[in-house]
């Protein structure tokens, strides 16, 4: 039973430029969230989604923007990269109509911004 | 963002010793999970705690959800080489939906 799986696994973009991940959620899940884990930090919740729609959303500009496909998968766009940006960016699923709120996490994205 | 309080920021002990860690936050959480994340890898849940005074136990863990529902800790108990890697505590709060919040986590380290 495969897990969530997460691609690219390593990334590097320069500043200004625009990057997509992506994101395959464990199977029978529904619900796809998304999160920036900076160096030596916790998870920062970016945003959820469900149904094809954002439900939720984190404390994160525009420039961050998402999706997702009839199959459940998702993916993640980032505009105009800043230095900042540069994180592990991990993608969680789950299956939304149980309220199971134990996530399973895909390995991440590692984004360099140089 | 918010982020909850976790302590102690890391730990150094011997193989076979117990380990306490914690967290705390200013707000009302009705869940509370502990995660452990290895290098390279996302976070993988260890224990998942839904009620208020809740006690659970996943073999040599054991948590518990604070009855002010502003905390929660996590003991390990004979620990093991295996249990080195990063533990960090979730919530979520009642008026969040169910995104988490996690806390800056605790970096273990077990000397053989």
């Known amino acids: 039973d495969a897990g969530v799986t997460q691609s690219p696994t390593h990334l590097i973009k320069t500043r200004g430029q625009q990057v997509t991940l992506r994101c395959s959620p464990k199977?029978?899940?529904?619900?796809v969230s998304w999160y920036q884990q900076a160096l030596g930090q916790g998870p920062q919740f970016i945003f959820q989604?469900?149904?094809?729609?954002?439900?939720q959303r984190g404390n994160f500009p525009d420039r961050f923007s998402g999706h997702q496909f009839p199959n459940y998968s998702s993916e993640l766009n980032v505009n105009a990269l800043l230095l900042g940006d540069s994180a592990l960016y991990l993608c969680?699923?789950?299956?939304?109509?149980?309220?199971?709120?134990?996530?399973?996490f895909g390995s991440g994205t590692r984004l360099t911004v140089v | 963002g918010q982020q909850l309080n976790q302590s102690p920021q890391s730990m150094f002990i011997q193989e076979g010793e117990d380990v306490s860690m914690n967290c705390t936050s200013s707000s009302i959480f009705n869940t509370w999970l502990w995660y452990k994340q290895d290098p390279g890898e996302g976070p993988v849940l260890l224990i998942a705690?839904?009620?208020?005074?809740e006690l659970t136990s996943n073999g040599r863990l054991t948590a518990q959800f604070g009855i002010t529902r502003k905390d929660s800790f996590l003991n390990i108990s004979a620990s093991i080489p295996s249990d080195v890697g990063i533990y960090f505590c979730?919530?979520?709060?009642?008026?969040?939906?169910?995104?988490?919040?996690f806390g800056e986590g605790t970096q273990l380290t077990v000397n053989p």
């Open positions: 199977s029978g899940h529904d619900t």
């Open positions: 979730a919530g979520r709060e009642e008026t969040s939906g169910s995104r988490l919040t």
């Open positions: 989604y469900y149904e094809e729609e954002e439900r």
């Open positions: 969680a699923s789950s299956l939304a109509l149980i309220g199971d709120y134990g996530y399973t």
């Open positions: 705690l839904y009620k208020a005074g």
